[in-house]
């Protein structure tokens, strides 16, 4: 059958997917770029890592999930992977970004049109392709799939998360980050970033709705603990930057 009108029109409207440019030059400018930024935006930056770091995952590859509640969570990634992680990256960002700021290809981020379903399952198969066929390789996603405020009730996540885990290969680490920031004790804030244990996809549940509403819960209940772990005046914490 041959193609109609509105079939037509609306191949004309897609958005081409913009890939990622892996470069070892940017990123690392970037790193030091950003942790100028923090220095003059935190006090501190402080670290909790459950996961681990450099050689320890040269044979694994990792999607990190978290809550996505300031500016910041877009370029905390490349602190923790440049200083900490050394893994090659990817990361999830809406296709006008990556459209008006080309140089975003090349800190790992690839376009996501969610205007588009079609077009956003391919982003999210893109995502599953690259964790599973390499090691050293991570991918950055939150969920809530806008920034949404600390202090009211979370936004429902995006089901599209669900729909990845079951498809990812053992050698493919879950891992929860969680960032809080705070000025409870001095005139700047203090950041804390939270890289959890990998937890175990087939304990999450049976269908991508039940995965989905499992990782929201868990993320919630770390970062209320993350909260309060933050608390005191001299927390437990390692410092990054």
């Known amino acids: 059958m041959p193609p109609t009108p509105a079939d037509k029109a609306a191949a004309a409207a897609a958005r081409p997917f913009i890939d990622a440019i892996d470069s070892r030059i940017v990123p690392e400018f970037f790193y030091y770029v950003t942790r100028f930024l923090a220095r003059r935006t935190f006090r ?10 450099g050689k320890a ?6 999607l990190f999930i978290g809550n996505h509640n300031a500016w910041w969570d877009a370029l905390t990634p490349l602190l923790l ?15 006008e970004q990556v459209d008006r700021y080309p140089f975003f290809r090349r800190i790992g981020c690839y376009s996501i049109d969610r205007k588009d379903p079609r077009s956003a399952l ?16 991570n991918l950055w996603l939150y969920p809530e799939g806008k920034i949404t405020n600390p202090v009211l009730p979370d936004s429902p996540f995006e089901s599209g998360v669900g729909w990845m885990l079951p498809q990812l290969d053992s050698h493919v ?16 804030p203090d950041l804390f970033l939270w890289l ?6 087939d304990t999450l549940g049976s269908n991508k709705k039940e995965i989905t509403a499992s990782l929201q819960r868990h993320i919630t209940s770390m970062k209320l603990t993350l909260a309060e772990k933050a ?10 930057v």
């Open 44 to 53: 501190r930056v402080w670290l909790q890592n459950d996961y681990g770091s």
């Open 57 to 62: 995952l040269q044979n694994r590859s990792t």
């Open 81 to 95: 992977n440049q200083k900490l992680l050394r893994q090659t990256p990817r990361a999830v960002m809406e296709w």
């Open 122 to 137: 391919g982003s999210l198969r893109y995502g599953i392709d690259w964790l599973n066929n390499g090691t050293a390789r």
């Open 173 to 188: 680490d879950l891992v929860p980050i969680i960032q809080h920031h705070h000025m409870m004790h001095h005139p700047k």
């Open 196 to 201: 959890g244990t990998p937890l175990k996809p």
């Open 231 to 240: 608390a005191p005046k001299e927390p437990d914490f390692r410092r990054l």
